[in-house]
């Protein structure tokens, strides 16, 4: 199981975050995300565990626990696949294919371009 770890302190290393995770089990793998410009800590980091069941245990252990001063946030991490579109949108965000008659300010002799965006929104 791979497990997402967030808000880490910026000082945490690799081995430190390997430690936190082998309380409930078999740790395959924990690595720290730097970045790779300013090689500076992300404050995030990822834990493979061997066990699901051990990672759910850790997962409902260590989420909201504090880790050196900072509370964690630890959730079982998704495929980027799946990341892309599983976040909420917000209203301001969501694409609506259906007309709308009071948002359709647009006329034939509008024109396109920068005239024809200053128009829609004067009119």
């Not at 791979?2 to 793998?29: K, M, T």
Request: charged letters at 35%.
């Amino acid at each position: 199981m791979n497990i997402y770890i967030g808000n880490l302190p910026y000082s945490v290393q690799d081995e430190e975050l390997r430690e936190a995770f082998e309380d409930f089990g078999e740790v395959l793998s924990a690595e720290v995300i730097f970045d790779r410009r300013t090689q500076r800590s992300r404050g995030y980091g990822f834990v493979e565990m061997q066990n699901d069941d051990d990672g759910h245990d850790a997962i409902a252990a260590l989420n909201g626990s504090d880790f050196q001063g900072r509370e964690l946030r630890v959730d079982e991490s998704k495929p980027k696949d799946e990341k892309r579109f599983s976040r909420p949108r917000g209203d301001q965000h969501q694409r609506n294919d259906k007309p709308d008659d009071s948002n359709q300010v647009q006329t034939e002799d509008s024109g396109k371009g920068l005239v024809g965006f200053i128009k829609r929104i004067f009119s």
